[in-house]
């Protein structure tokens, strides 16, 4: 019989206990690989490590390699039928036209913040020269006026969906607790969720700029019209989280109400100990919700209104009429699906960091 080597054993466990450190730490990073859309890096991970390549291999392909044909597939579509639909500006731009026409968008925006660049310089200079000349009072700081860049309507979108995101979930959580704690506060707010909840942002867009236009000084610290657009992404966005919030916190197990009785908790401690911990799930998906629809609701609001951002870029391309216009407006429909989904992954991001029933 064969003596077995105790050393041998010894190694073999420590490569056994190495091997499994490494699938704890692929696991833990596995979480937040599916929270930012890397879920394809898990199976190369753990096929490096050694775990069963051919199933690994299959799950590259499932989560990588399928998307990627997807999108290939629907690239040569879009190729090849885009020349046969003719539009009052021409035939739809395939790939090519609105790759080159996104790289134009760039271009541009690198040249009006270098004009940007040269005329602060230039004042700067001046300013400087007078300071040095003793006329203090002829020293002025002007700012720059020249047309927003493609990127710079980017950012007025995205500052003023998450501002009239904040202002709704302000609202809608408050609310969406007391609806689902207390039923007479659900019975006064159902009525009014039913009756607003299904109202179109353009219906709301007249309303809330006359009211902005008639109370808002115009020299307020915000522009009138990212107040606009903001109240009205805050009217048509509030719904989802208050509807979500009531349900998760009337959703929570009644032997914690009947706890927290027992505890004679007051209710800041009951909402902040029991009820929060126990909705956050259901909250977190009602702000995701919430901020899909605001930035959906955003693009149609600077469209209507005129009001700077993305939609108002798309509405003056379709309103210049150039054989240009309508690559433009694709790249622009690309942008506004782009930063959707980023704007989901961050919310699912903070949904992960704070609450535990969330799938990773």
């Known amino acids: 019989m064969t003596a077995i080597d105790p050393q041998s054993l010894d190694q073999s466990a420590e490569r056994e206990t190495r091997r499994q450190r490494r699938f704890t730490r692929i696991n833990k990073a596995d979480g937040w690989l599916q929270v930012f859309g890397f879920a394809w890096i898990?199976?190369?991970?753990?096929a490096a490590a050694g775990d069963n390549p051919r199933a690994q291999a299959f799950e590259i392909w499932r989560l990588l390699g399928v998307p990627l044909l997807a999108i290939t597939l629907f690239l040569v579509a879009w190729s090849t039928l885009a020349p046969k639909v003719q539009t009052s500006l021409g035939a739809i731009p395939g790939p090519a036209q609105v790759w080159e026409q996104a790289q134009n968008l760039h271009a541009d925006a690198a040249r009006e913040n270098q004009k940007k660049a040269a005329f602060y310089d230039r004042q700067d200079v001046r300013n400087a020269k007078l300071v040095a000349q003793g006329n203090t009072d002829d020293v002025k700081e002007r700012v720059y006026t020249g047309k927003p860049t493609y990127y710079d309507q980017i950012w007025t979108s995205i500052q003023t969906v998450f501002f009239g995101f904040l202002i709704a979930s302000i609202i809608a959580i408050p609310l969406g607790i007391a609806a689902g704690l207390s039923a007479t506060a659900n019975a006064a707010l159902n009525p009014l969720i039913q009756i607003f909840k299904p109202v179109s942002p353009l219906a709301w867009l007249p309303i809330v700029t006359m009211i902005v236009s008639a109370t808002y000084a115009s020299d307020g610290f915000f522009a009138k019209s990212f107040l606009v657009s903001a109240i009205t992404v805050t009217l048509c966005s509030l719904w989802p989280t208050l509807i979500n919030t009531a349900l998760g916190v009337s959703s929570i197990d009644k032997d914690l109400i009947s706890v927290s009785k027992v505890l004679k908790?007051?209710?800041?401690?009951?909402?902040?100990?029991?009820?929060?911990p126990s909705a956050l799930p259901l909250i977190f998906t009602g702000l995701r919700l919430s901020l899909?629809?605001?930035?959906?609701?955003?693009?149609?609001?600077?469209?209507?209104?005129?009001?700077?951002?993305?939609?108002?870029?798309?509405?003056?391309?379709?309103?210049n009429g150039s054989s240009q216009s309508l690559a433009k407006i694709m790249v622009a429909v690309f942008t506004i699906g782009i930063i959707g989904f980023l704007l989901d992954?961050?919310?699912?991001?903070?949904?992960?960091?704070?609450?535990?029933?969330?799938?990773?």
Do not use: C
């Open 292 to 319: 899909g629809v605001g930035w959906m609701v955003l693009i149609a609001a600077e469209m209507l209104a005129q009001n700077p951002g993305l939609g108002k870029f798309v509405w003056d391309e379709f309103q």
């Open 42 to 46: 898990t199976p190369l991970l753990r």
């Open 345 to 360: 992954r961050v919310m699912f991001a903070l949904q992960s960091m704070f609450t535990f029933s969330a799938q990773r």
């Open 265 to 276: 908790m007051n209710t800041y401690t009951k909402i902040t100990k029991l009820v929060l």
